[in-house]
């Protein structure tokens, strides 16, 4: 059996986004062979157990060769959530790569920042129908959905008021054909207050249940250039782990 002897050099970076100080933690890595798989161990340890975060890999050879691993299952990609023990799994031998040389794996992470504050948006949706909306979907005019109830309540006031004028006259009214003609005149107004003050609440009420029934979004992520050095370095966030196997 040939003999193959190679450097695992595991790093692990912790980004975080530019303008924010950093509010999560990735743990030590822990190296496992199981047979031909390569299974790295990790914890993501984070402020808010709602957190989630991309979680990547690139392998490189020792001549700064990329490495194009496919067959990695696990905890790796998008919408990685807080906890332990989680792991991501490399099989060499299934994206037909066999090591006989040093190679590099970089495992990296970024926090997904939500695009938006649903309790505010709610909140502004209560206020003012569409203003959270508008605010969601970056300055797209849905304030219009406010205007238009707000000038529909204001017509179920107007046309209230009209109904309760003209209930007057009817009470008033002795000749029995004028006062006839006063209380049709009261139904409709008092029909048409009605309609428009349900028509503007219903919308109302929509407009908030949509917000809270949309999912939240994510910023995208910008990836921060990062150099690979394979020495070992205490600073910047970095954790240098060497393990030495042999076939």
Same mark, same amino acid.
């Given at each position: 059996m040939k003999i193959r002897r190679f450097s695992l050099f595991l790093i692990f970076l912790i980004l975080a986004t530019k303008s924010l100080a950093q509010d999560f933690q990735l743990t030590q890595p822990r190296l496992e062979l199981d047979g031909n798989r390569l299974i790295i161990f990790y914890d993501i340890v984070s402020q808010h157990s709602s957190d989630k975060f991309y979680i990547w890999i690139e392998i490189k050879s020792s001549n700064g060769e990329i490495i194009d691993a496919k067959s990695l299952t696990g905890d790796i990609g998008d919408d990685i959530k807080v906890g332990k023990n989680k792991k991501i799994i490399w099989s060499p031998e299934q994206d037909s790569i066999y090591l006989d040389e040093e190679i590099f794996?970089?495992?990296k992470a970024e926090k997904y920042i939500k695009s938006y504050n649903k309790g505010s948006m709610i909140i502004k949706s209560m206020v003012f129908p569409g203003w959270g909306q508008t605010n969601i979907n970056k300055g797209k005019p849905w304030w219009l959905t406010g205007v238009a109830v707000y000038a529909t309540l204001t017509g179920s006031y107007l046309y209230n008021k009209k109904y309760h004028d003209s209930y007057d006259l009817y009470v008033k009214e002795e000749d029995p054909i004028k006062r006839n003609?006063?209380?049709?005149?009261?139904?409709?107004?008092?029909?048409?207050?009605?309609?428009?003050?349900y028509s503007a609440a219903s919308a109302w009420a929509l407009n908030v249940l949509w917000v809270v #029934?949309? *999912?939240?979004?994510?910023?995208?992520?910008?990836?921060?250039?990062? !150099? #690979?050095? *394979?020495?070992?370095?205490?600073?910047?966030?970095?954790?240098l782990l !060497? #393990?030495?196997?042999?076939?």
């Amino acid at each position: 059996m040939k003999i193959r002897r190679f450097s695992l050099f595991l790093i692990f970076l912790i980004l975080a986004t530019k303008s924010l100080a950093q509010d999560f933690q990735l743990t030590q890595p822990r190296l496992e062979l199981d047979g031909n798989r390569l299974i790295i161990f990790y914890d993501i340890v984070s402020q808010h157990s709602s957190d989630k975060f991309y979680i990547w890999i690139e392998i490189k050879s020792s001549n700064g060769e990329i490495i194009d691993a496919k067959s990695l299952t696990g905890d790796i990609g998008d919408d990685i959530k807080v906890g332990k023990n989680k792991k991501i799994i490399w099989s060499p031998e299934q994206d037909s790569i066999y090591l006989d040389e040093e190679i590099f794996v970089e495992v990296k992470a970024e926090k997904y920042i939500k695009s938006y504050n649903k309790g505010s948006m709610i909140i502004k949706s209560m206020v003012f129908p569409g203003w959270g909306q508008t605010n969601i979907n970056k300055g797209k005019p849905w304030w219009l959905t406010g205007v238009a109830v707000y000038a529909t309540l204001t017509g179920s006031y107007l046309y209230n008021k009209k109904y309760h004028d003209s209930y007057d006259l009817y009470v008033k009214e002795e000749d029995p054909i004028k006062r006839n003609n006063f209380y049709y005149q009261t139904q409709k107004q008092l029909d048409i207050s009605t309609i428009m003050l349900y028509s503007a609440a219903s919308a109302w009420a929509l407009n908030v249940l949509w917000v809270v #029934l949309t *999912p939240q979004k994510y910023q995208p992520i910008k990836h921060a250039k990062i !150099s #690979l050095n *394979p020495s070992a370095s205490p600073f910047n966030g970095r954790l240098l782990l !060497s #393990l030495r196997l042999d076939f």
